[in-house]
């Protein structure tokens, strides 16, 4: 979509915003709301924003806030597997060593 009437101020402040936002580590919700209304009050009035390009962004917002969020639980997931296997090696360990010195009579 093209915007031909915004001024350079405004094209330079929606820029800014976009590299600061995105050399962060993630795009969050606010940023995102923050250039959809700046994108809709600098539009052309004799061409406003179609509302299917519209429901596009906002849909392609919310697939990537998903895998975001997918991203974080599965990095965690890993985190506590990491754990649990490292866990699960030093009982393993202990219970070997304990079994080579005790003597099980019958």
Do not use: C, I, K, W
Not at 76 to 101: E, H, P, R, W
């Amino acid at each position: 979509m093209s915007v031909s009437s915004v001024s350079s101020s405004t094209a330079t402040t929606a820029a800014s915003t976009t590299s600061s936002s995105t050399s962060s580590s993630s795009f969050s919700e606010s940023d995102f709301m923050s250039l959809l209304v700046q994108q809709l009050q600098n539009q052309d009035p004799s061409s406003p924003t179609d509302s299917s390009q519209l429901a596009s962004q906002m849909l392609s917002y919310a697939g990537y806030s998903q895998q975001v969020s997918m991203n974080d639980t599965l990095s965690s997931l890993s985190t506590t597997m990491n754990t649990l296997s490292s866990t699960v090696t030093d009982l393993y360990s202990s219970v070997s060593a304990m079994s080579s010195t005790l003597s099980v009579s019958a």
